[in-house]
């Protein structure tokens, strides 16, 4: 059974930072692409950041210029540097592995989220 560890949420002040980790294991596959996603409830999951195993980023608009997503591939994980955060970055957060370069092919599991709280 793949597990994802995720680590890293809290409550933060606008403006401040945190940074999400999130590693993997018991893994069958070779991860290709790794990413986070967050969820208000009672909305659709959205994709905050990707990245592949060539290092390859992707981001959502929103957070493009304060968030920074990375990999360590030896260890499996992957992190989510949050700077410059704002209230509506108040979320549950989600890592995602894919053992395909897109989410769109192969196997992909979920971690059980970590949330995020930024409030004055």
């Known amino acids: 059974q793949v597990q994802l560890a995720e680590s890293g949420g809290g409550l933060v002040q606008p403006g401040g930072s945190l940074r999400l980790t999130c590693a993997a294991s018991r893994l069958w596959f070779t991860i290709k692409i790794m990413g986070w996603y967050r969820q208000t409830p009672g909305k659709q999951r959205e994709l905050v950041a990707t990245?592949?195993?060539?290092?390859?980023?992707e981001y959502a608009d929103s957070v493009k210029g304060r968030f920074t997503i990375s990999r360590d591939n030896a260890e499996k994980t992957v992190y989510l540097q949050m700077n410059s955060l704002k209230p509506e970055d108040t979320d549950v957060y989600y890592c995602r592995i894919g053992s395909a370069s897109s989410f769109t092919y192969g196997a992909t599991y979920w971690g059980d989220g970590t949330l995020v709280t930024v409030s004055a």
């Open positions: 990245i592949t195993s060539d290092g390859n980023t």
